[in-house]
């Protein structure tokens, strides 16, 4: 009887998550893959194949724009733990329990605000005839307007400032489960600074820098906003080929695939950063 | 008893709810942002107490999307361009066709009309009527450059940095119209338009290093353009046109091969629900008080009979400012496109988009 019980609260409580995973992840996912191998031959008349991830392959513009979209995705993943690292450690371990609450609460803030506005934000402040322009020629810095807008560099702070509390927020987490008395026996042991950082305080953060890393990457890799209002003329990113894909050039079929292939493209990404760090997901998300 | 009695009025006031719940229709519209004014839906709700007006703001592309989404149900009225039927009808089977003796056909203008239902008549079936029309040209502050006149003078060096434009379709077709060619005679011969557009990229890849930004949407064209960061850019006329009312000194400019027109049309999804709603709010915008109204939020001319009369002063005085009645004479209307062409366009805007500029 008790068993029962049991069981059937675990079910319950299950099947939410199962109907979430199947009907909103899984089912559409193989809905796309179906439509990703459909071509079409003439208006209304379609064939299965593998024509799409051809087309693909041999169009150097789209893996480039896919590389392209990897390897920044990657960069602002290693500045977003570059820069979140000092913030979660001082609001974890260093900030009193006062302030800790408010500090965490301010990176929060940003949060309450839509990513467009975030976006428009930027570009009020970048912009050639903008905040940070206009400030730099009444101070007499510079004679000419600047523009900071449209280039890369632009898009890179876009993204790190859109994505980097999803860095810090399981950073924080780990590093708070953490007991001050390990770093006071590091030192006490005669570790240098860096010696603790790299020999207890890195490995004790483990579970979240690597949850935190996935999480941002992913969210880099599919965003879509940021790069496409901050991005200039020669910056693509794979979202907007997807888009264009889809929306303007009414090719679902290779939409589809090219979603498909963002995904694998990532996931892949992901375990080849856990394979060459040497972590696997068990011993570090699944303890974070 | 007691309990059977008090279900059966339940039931019975759910009924009678339901019932009246049905009685007020509902006109789903698919419109561009400013087609569908409060104004003018508040009145039209007014005039027809059992419609209710729920407008869904797209663009051309999304509004093709969303329909093939549902094989044409969700949406009881849209309004894609007139080159923009033909084809999605053929390829999706979306819309159906229009019942023409329901709609005031006579208020229209004559030769819009006749154009948009000679490029909307599939097997006998006329598959919509024109609403608003207007052009894509170029826009120019007439202080900083006075000599912007044609599509190539985007790509002039005297511009450098100065200039923008939208990577789509549109400046494609410019480009090739100032390089000599006419690629809507060229749709018929897709090879020849595949190596037009060959020209055309080449071209606007070196001209890349010319352009500031290419832009996205009307918004930050005007914010570039009355913050002076550009003085020309490729544009629709309603933009320059409110532009115009801003700073006088910010005209539309025909360009020399012609400004290109196109006609927003009105087009019954082929699942709609609301048909005869649907007609009644055609009708309802043909009404010249109506029109001027609508003309005044879209700032494009209504397609019916002396249109450009019935624009509001502000908007009127633009016109005029931009066009000679030449340069009406000289308009080139949107040909429809042919399956095929949207891939090969497609292709042709990434590969300049993805190149590194001249």
Redesign the interface.
Known sequence: MQKDVKRLSLILLFTPFALWILLLIIIPHMGMVVLSLREKVA??VYEYGLGNYIDFINEP?YW??LLRTGSMSLLVTVLALLIGFPIAYYIAKIAGNRTRGALFLLCLVPLWVSDLIRAFGW?LLL???GVISSVLQWSGLVHEPI?F??NDVTVIIGLVYTVILFMIVPLVSTLDGMDNAMIEAGYNLGGSGPTVLRRIIIPYAMPGIVSGCIVVFMLTAGSYLTP??LG???S?WFTE?IY?????????ESGAAFGFLLLVFTSFVVWLGLKITGQTLANTVARS | MRLKATLATLLAATILSTASMAQAETLRLLTWGSYAPDELVKKFEAENPDIKVEVTFSNNEEMIAKLRATGGAGFDLAQPSHDRIYAAQLEYDIYKALDLSKINTDAMEKSLLDGVKANTTIDGGVYAVPHQWGTSGLMADKSKAPDLKSWSDLCDPKYKGKTSMRLKRTILLGTAFAMGHDPFAAYSDLDKYQSILDEVVDKLIVCKDNIKAYWKGGDDLSAMMLSGEIVGSETWDSTAYKLYAENPNIVFVPPTTGALAWIDTFAIPRKGKADDAAYKWINFVLQPENVTIMSGSTGAIAAVKGGLDLLPADKKAAVNASFTPADIDNLKFFANIPPGVEDMEGKALEKIKASTGG
């Open positions: 208006p209304r513009i480039n724009t570009i912009r050639e005839t523009e807008l449209y496409i209002l200039g003329k020669n693509s080929q264009d894909q889809f929306i303007t050039r009414f090719n679902w």
